[in-house]
């Protein structure tokens, strides 16, 4: 195929932002991100948005382009991107696609897996357990009866753990074992480059990423939208831990500590996600200057 999808990996905090601009720059293409906590415009110092002179460096797709109150899942970014592909490849043969949303990039390469309808019933019980118990109960629930998916999915994320529940209940069978349907054939050829870094090193980024959002005003942010802290958008990192300082379950500083310890977890869980998959080429963050020629070389022999 003539067609090339670069992807861009690697856990938060990485540096996958700036490549992305690089490589766009380079090969006079555009970005689409599927960062799923990107999304949504009412959430820009929590999610890491590319700043203002960034995006204007790179013409960008999906970032912050629906709002909290609409819903949207995979499924639907899945259709959405591949609209937008089929629109960008009738003029170049080259697009970036960039995040660290692991399930996000997996529906654009090879297609979602097929679940069957349930009752809505199941869901109605696991979000009261939600609210009674904690996520914890329902994590150690998944642990137990798909532990498959208990080490891949967004375990922090109730959402995930959640609808992974739901199908393990429904069904009788692992919300994992729905997963293993073939690929979809693409009509481009996806080179994906994954960033990785030493583990102390990766989370000392973290922890200065957070206190910059901090110093840029997160706090306020998440006032603003405490209100709507039940929605679905909101069951974020970094929000979830402002929202219960808020509601007076601990002071600020404890807050910000659980923001980059759950931040830490979250990139680990990323890891793990993206070690999965054989196809990535792995860089060093601060050592990319090979990847051009790399990539060059790749689609100029077709050796993908």
């Known amino acids: 195929m003539t067609k090339h999808l670069i992807v861009i990996l690697g856990p938060t905090a990485i540096g996958k932002t700036k490549l992305s601009i690089t490589l766009a720059q380079h090969f006079n ?12 415009k009412e959430m820009t110092i929590g999610t890491a948005v590319p700043s203002k002179e960034e ?7 999906f970032i912050q382009n629906k709002t909290i109150f609409e819903p949207y899942n995979v499924g639907q970014f899945e259709r959405d991107a ?6 960008i490849f009738k003029t170049k043969d080259i697009a970036i696609m960039v995040g660290g949303s692991g399930l996000y990039v997996d529906a654009v390469l090879n297609g979602l897996d097929y679940f069957p309808d349930l009752d809505p019933a199941i ?14 109960t329902l994590q150690m629930q998944l642990k137990e ?17 959640i609808r992974a529940l739901e199908i393990c209940l429904g069904t009788g069978k692992s919300y994992s074992s729905f997963k293993q349907k073939p690929k979809e054939v693409r009509p481009f050829t996806p080179l994906l480059i994954g960033l990785t870094a030493p583990r102390e090193v990766l989370y000392n980024r973290i922890n200065q990423r957070v206190d910059l959002m901090i110093q840029d005003g997160l706090v306020s942010e998440a006032r603003e939208l405490h209100k709507y802290k039940d929605l679905n958008a909101l069951q974020t990192v970094g929000y979830r831990e402002l929202f219960g300082h808020i509601d007076g379950d601990y002071n600020l500083e404890t807050a910000i500590e659980e923001i ?10 990323q890891g793990t996600w993206f070690r999965k998959n054989t196809s990535i080429n792995w860089f060093d963050f601060d050592n990319t200057e090979g990847i051009i020629p790399f990539v060059e070389q790749k689609i100029n022999s077709n050796d993908l």
């Open 55 to 61: 995006l204007k460096q790179a013409e960008h797709y």
């Open 123 to 136: 869901r109605t019980q696991l979000n009261d357990t939600l609210k009674i118990s904690g996520l914890e």
């Open 29 to 40: 293409t555009v970005i689409l991100s599927c960062d799923s906590r990107q999304f949504f």
């Open 145 to 161: 009866l798909d532990p498959i998916s208990y080490q891949n999915i967004e375990i922090e994320n109730p959402h995930r753990v």
């Open 82 to 87: 591949l609209v937008q592909l089929d629109s």
């Open 260 to 269: 980059k310890k759950n931040t830490r977890r979250f990139a680990k869980r």
